[in-house]
């Protein structure tokens, strides 16, 4: 628990240390190269994969994900799971929706492949993202499933949302960092989550 704890300090240091070297505009170069690199292979069909897994960190995606295996663990009996997915989704909605409002960094100035109205910090498919599958690997580690499955869902659920903060540079909807600073608070977020829930003995 301390080393949990410990790791949660150092992920909202490293949040609050982004935050700070965006408002300064310091890590403006850095979130320029990142983008350089991520479009050098810019076709029509990378724009359509691309579009693909933005779709797949996208509102309409997790909060209809989340709202099937709320009412599927619902059915199953299963009431504490249910609500552990979805307070977990609502909690990092709030939070992102929260840090825009006081930021208020504009999206990037460049070929912008999908429309976005919102604020760029922090991404708010990446911490959707984080938060829905890293919820779900959490419960699949405390599952029973077999060792192998374990394993092979494991490396899907953390792959995922690192493609969907990519997509999200390579369609111009935002800096490296504000995918960065999305993964550094959902994981802050999910720890503290994950912590309560093993407290508690919700599982």
């Known amino acids: 628990m301390k080393k949990k704890n410990i790791l949660i300090g150092i992920?909202?240091?490293?949040?609050?240390?982004?935050?700070?070297l965006i408002k300064t505009h310091t890590i403006d170069s850095f979130d320029t190269s990142i983008y350089n690199i991520v479009i050098l292979k810019m076709n029509d069909t990378i724009t359509i994969i691309n579009k693909i897994i933005t779709f797949l960190g996208s509102t309409v995606f997790i909060v209809s994900l989340c709202?099937?295996?709320?009412?599927?663990?619902?059915?199953?009996?299963?009431k504490n799971i249910a609500f552990i997915i979805a307070g977990c989704l609502?909690?990092?909605?709030?939070?992102?929706?929260?840090?825009?409002?006081?930021?208020?960094?504009?999206?990037?100035?460049?070929?912008?492949?999908?429309?976005?109205?919102?604020?760029?910090?922090?991404?708010?498919?990446?911490?959707?993202?984080?938060?829905m599958y890293g919820i779900i690997l959490y419960l699949i580690i405390k599952s029973n499933l077999n060792k192998n499955v374990k394993w092979m869902l494991g490396i899907i659920f953390t792959v995922l949302p690192i493609l969907v903060g990519i997509s999200r540079i390579y369609l111009g909807a935002h800096f490296a960092s504000d995918i960065i600073g999305g993964i550094l608070l959902a994981l802050a977020l999910l720890l503290i989550e994950t912590s309560i829930i093993a407290k508690n003995k919700w599982l």
Do not use: D, Q, W
């Open 90 to 131: 609502i909690i990092s909605t709030i939070f992102n929706n929260v840090v825009k409002l006081i930021i208020r960094r504009p999206r990037p100035e460049v070929l912008r492949l999908v429309t976005e109205k919102s604020f760029s910090f922090p991404s708010g498919h990446t911490m959707g993202a984080v938060s």
């Open 67 to 78: 709202v099937v295996l709320f009412f599927l663990f619902l059915f199953l009996k299963k």
């Open 11 to 20: 992920l909202i240091v490293l949040f609050i240390v982004l935050t700070v």
